[in-house]
């Protein structure tokens, strides 16, 4: 069974900084693309930033330069360093794993964790 398990989400205080770490259980990390996702109150969801098998990263124009996503297929984790928050940054980030199975996508998610970045 597939099992995305985010943590470090929380409470900090404008131009600081949070790590968010995602365990993966199942089997599927080192053969996924990892992904961080976020979704703010009244807003839709949208990539943060990805990593792929290959260590490939994308990063969204609004993160770029201030986060960095990087995995540790040895521990099945994957991570986003977050620094330099903004306000607007606080959102519900969801971890993704991506997985092409003959050729079909089968997408993962984590419960998502809080991050809220306030004065």
């Known amino acids: 069974q597939v099992q995305l398990v985010e943590s470090g989400g929380g409470l900090v205080q404008p131009g600081g900084s949070l790590r968010l770490s995602c365990a993966a259980s199942?089997?599927?990390?080192?053969?996924?693309?990892m992904g961080w996702y976020r979704q703010a109150p009244g807003k839709q969801r949208e990539l943060v930033a990805a990593i792929g098998s290959d260590g490939s990263t994308n990063y969204a124009d609004s993160v770029k330069g201030r986060f960095t996503i990087s995995r540790d297929n040895a521990k099945n984790t994957a991570y986003l360093q977050m620094d330099t928050l903004k306000f607007e940054d606080t959102a519900v980030y969801y971890c993704n794993a991506e997985l092409i199975i003959f050729g079909l996508r089968r997408d993962y998610w984590g419960q998502g964790t809080q991050v809220t970045v306030s004065s």
């Open positions: 199942g089997g599927i990390f080192s053969n996924s693309r």
